[in-house]
């Protein structure tokens, strides 16, 4: 594997390879609806897949709430104590 | 037959015994410490020992039980892995610092009552802070990534919050002793003020907003080992103490959630690889807290469990981004990239710490994580489930996905590296097959929990529900990969607090309390300067003319009697000498004249003699 940016990485034939991982990742999607429940607390336990979107969810919020606060207010010039 | 030997007097005396062993008995030395110490814990019995009176109160330094003992195991342990990495380190102060460190997380982790606790509360604080000191003094190699200003400012700024948090606890257990007439360590109740102090002096420690910025403010700036103890003891004999004494406390849900979330984002920011990993260290204690809240057996288990794990994935991720910064000198993101051709084995050690600390199946934060957030699930605490899975997912990003793309792909930069030295792999090597070992057969771990498990980690629906949130993330993380360079910047935390509001001291200094100063200076100088001046006048008058006067009279007085002295010496005594020599002189002159020698003259004299001589016998 030659060490280049993801995005770049991406734009190439290897595109292949991710699109494998999303295949892999929607049949977990219908993989949880075959799982049997023993321990149901929430409402959301009965829900197949409902963890997986949380997730991608989750991370969206991190990534865009984390950066959009960071720019505004609390991210500085590395020299900003002196 | 010996009752019983506190694991912490191995590390006191053996570090007392650290300058004396020379070459090659050195790193039997530094290894036997912590070997010995394990042992002794597998050896003794349950129970409280050590005990003796003092004042009226009992101090127990030995409380033995399940909850001490599986802090005393994987604090012993971790002190074996961190001394390996740090073999090659050729400074005793730094190893007896660490020895010092860790002796006092054990001390304060079988200590029965809140006295012992806070001697060995302070010791932890005051040995610790020297592992940051020697971060910037160049000590194992930290020269060229550490500058001695930060560190020697952070250790400071670490020192002074520790501080705070020690007066707070022990003014709180001053309160408490009084109160309830006892010292002893059990369950505390946080309502009485004296509670309130212990809790807010344990919460310092453990680095709950908003007092933990000392931690991502200080351990990037310690030594390459040093981090990897600081990251170990002074959270989780933090996390001890509050499950000891806080277990069930609502507001520790609240804390601990806060922390998760905290934690993750911030990590989400910063550039420093580790500061980044510092933010998730307050994330993972997040999650412990957040069990310690909820109370439940399982959730306490949970608590304990991931403490005892993250000790040993944390510190495999610190020692992964330490050799880096060994390696390249470099320590920010943005400075790094490409190292995985060259550092393939750290890279991989890395990755078995990002798994475990994710939640992986097969891996050590599997088997322990998920209890605590299946035991907010089995309590019904909905949003507790939501957050700390989130806080979950801000991890993997992070710390698996991002930081590992960022230092190990990334941008080739053309660093001159290899994999660090053999005694680093080693340690890291055991942590990570630890994390491995724990991961496939979590009976091992389990059945040293404080209370009985009844929980299955291996079930199909964890399995596939911790899938879902693994590949999901990843999904996240790929879409979203353009937002995640990283960037040459730094966060604004709490400790601008401190930092900056040192900088409005100043201000406040040199401008209204400037002219404050002014004006009480005048007022000062009009009250007090002047009639001083005016006092001290009348005091130079009396002075000069008074007591100088006697002075002056006195030796006038002295000169006068000298003067009368000399002149009755020079006049009656020298006259008196010189008169009778003056005399002796004129009648010597004057009998000379009458030895004529003519011999006429004195026959003359005889005959007038004796004439006379008749005249007065004739006369009478």
């Known amino acids: ?82 | 037959m010996v009752e019983w030997v506190h694991p912490s007097l191995f590390f006191f005396s053996g570090s007392a015994l650290i300058p004396f062993i020379k070459g090659r008995a050195k790193p039997f030395l530094l290894l036997g410490i912590p070997v010995l110490a394990f042992l002794s814990l597998l050896l003794f019995p349950e129970g409280d020992h050590g005990t003796f009176s003092f004042a009226g109160y009992k101090l127990v330094f030995g409380r033995v039980d399940r909850l001490s003992l599986i802090f005393g195991y994987i604090f012993t342990i971790m002190a074996a892995i961190g001394m390996i990495y740090g073999l090659h380190v050729r400074h005793d102060g730094h190893h007896i610092a660490a020895y010092l460190y860790t002796g006092s997380a054990l001390g304060a982790v079988f200590a029965g009552d809140l006295f012992t606790l806070f001697i060995f509360w302070e010791i932890m604080a005051f040995s610790s802070v020297f592992l940051i000191w020697y971060g910037g003094k160049g000590v194992g190699d930290t020269a060229n990534s550490i500058s001695s200003k930060n560190a020697s400012d952070a250790g400071f700024r670490y020192l002074m919050m520790h501080i705070f948090g020690g007066v707070c606890l022990l003014g709180g257990i001053v309160i408490y002793a009084v109160q309830f007439n006892s010292i002893a360590f059990n369950a505390v109740s946080p309502s009485g003020l004296g509670g309130m102090l212990i809790l807010l002096g344990f919460l310092v420690n453990v680095a709950a907003p908003p007092l933990h910025a000392w931690l991502p403010d200080a351990y990037p700036e310690a030594t390459i080992t040093g981090t990897v103890f600081l990251a170990t003891y002074t959270t989780k004999t933090a996390i001890y103490v509050l499950a000891r004494g806080f277990a069930g406390t609502d507001l520790l849900i609240y804390l601990g959630v806060l922390m998760a979330i905290y934690g993750i984002f911030y990590a989400m920011l910063e550039n420093d690889i580790r500061r980044l990993l510092a933010y998730h260290i307050i994330s993972q204690v997040g999650i412990m807290v957040a069990g310690i809240g909820i109370g439940t057996e399982l959730a306490i288990n949970g608590a304990v469990a991931l403490a005892f794990t993250n000790i040993l994935y944390k510190g495999l991720l610190i020692m992964g981004m330490g050799s880096v910064i060994f390696m390249t000198g470099r320590r920010k993101g943005t400075e790094l990239g490409g190292l995985y051709k060259s550092m393939p084995i750290t890279f991989l050690l890395y990755m078995i710490a990002g798994f475990s600390i994710s939640g992986v199946p097969l891996f050590a934060g599997f088997i322990s994580k998920s209890m605590v957030i299946s035991a907010a699930a089995e309590s019904h605490i909905s949003w507790a489930f939501l957050l700390l899975t989130m806080a979950s997912v801000g991890t993997l990003l992070s710390t698996t996905l991002k930081l590992p793309y960022i230092v190990f792909f990334g941008e080739e930069r053309g660093i001159k590296a290899k994999d660090p030295l053999k005694n680093m792999l080693y340690g890291m090597g055991v942590a990570a097959s630890l994390c491995i070992l724990l991961g496939v057969w979590p009976h091992l771990l389990y059945r040293l929990l404080p209370y009985p498990v009844e929980y299955h980690p291996y079930t199909g629906e964890h399995l596939s529900q911790s899938f879902q949130i693994l590949f999901f993330t990843l999904l996240g993380f790929v879409l979203f990969f353009h937002k995640l360079h990283p960037e040459r910047t730094i966060s604004l935390d709490f400790d601008w607090f401190y930092r900056k509001g040192g900088r409005a001291f100043m201000w406040l200094a040199s401008q209204p309390v400037a002219h404050y100063e002014e004006f009480t200076t005048e007022m000062y100088e009009f009250l007090l300067i002047k009639p001083a001046k005016r006092l001290a006048d009348m005091l130079w008058t009396f002075d000069t003319w008074v007591i100088d006067g006697l002075v002056n009279a006195s030796s006038l007085i002295t000169l006068l009697e000298s003067r009368i002295s000399e002149t009755f010496d020079i006049y009656v005594v020298d006259g008196a000498v010189n008169g009778i020599s003056a005399t002796l002189d004129i009648s010597a002159r004057g009998l000379r004249r009458l030895q004529t020698g003519a011999i006429q003259n004195y026959l003359f004299v005889i005959v007038l003699g004796i004439g006379l001589l008749m005249v007065i016998v004739k006369w009478f």
């Open chain 1, 1 to 82: 594997m030659k060490v280049m940016k993801l995005d770049k990485y991406l734009t190439t034939a290897n595109i292949e390879k991710f699109k494998r991982g999303f295949y892999v990742s929607f049949a977990l999607v219908g993989f949880d609806f075959l799982v049997p429940r023993h321990h149901i607390f929430f409402v959301w336990d009965k829900i197949p897949g409902f963890i997986a979107l949380y997730g991608l969810l989750s991370s969206i919020i991190i990534i865009s709430v984390s950066k959009a606060v960071g720019h505004i207010f609390l991210m500085k010039k590395e020299d900003y104590y002196g």
